[in-house]
């Protein structure tokens, strides 16, 4: 079993930062792979980024490359997004993964851990 638990979101302007935070517990030794996705009203949960943690490889959605990093913190369980410029179609909940294999997949169900979720709202 692994916890994942999210924080940092909130409300903030177009062309604004957030950085968000995912706090692993449990079996996280294996916990391979880390992502993140979102989620908005109406639409399906959308891949936005991933870490793997043997080498930080990472791999982003086209909506995030140039914007978002992602970037953990091995000795402390902890997975960070950084959002930058952001916009309002970023608006969703977002929520951290994890999976126990070792490839960046963008699948929703390839990931067997989630976190709660944390809002963003970005307002225009």
């Known amino acids: 079993q692994v916890q994942l638990v999210e924080s940092g979101g909130g409300l903030v302007q177009a062309g604004g930062s957030l950085r968000l935070s995912c706090a692993a517990s449990?079996?996280?030794?294996?916990?391979?792979?880390m992502g993140w996705f979102r989620q908005a009203p109406g639409k399906d949960r959308e891949f936005v980024g991933a870490?793997?943690?043997?080498?930080?490889?990472?791999m982003y959605a086209d909506s995030a490359k140039g914007r978002f990093t992602i970037s953990r913190d091995n000795a402390k369980d902890t997975v960070f997004l950084q959002m930058n410029n952001l916009k309002p179609e970023d608006t969703a909940v977002y929520y951290c993964?994890?999976?126990?294999?070792?490839?960046?997949?963008?699948?929703?169900?390839?990931?067997?851990?989630w976190g709660q979720g944390t809002q963003v709202t970005v307002s225009s």
């Open positions: 993964a994890a999976r126990f294999a070792a490839q960046l997949v963008t699948t929703p169900s390839s990931y067997v851990y």
């Open positions: 449990g079996r996280t030794l294996y916990a391979y792979v």
């Open positions: 870490i793997l943690r043997s080498d930080d490889s990472t």
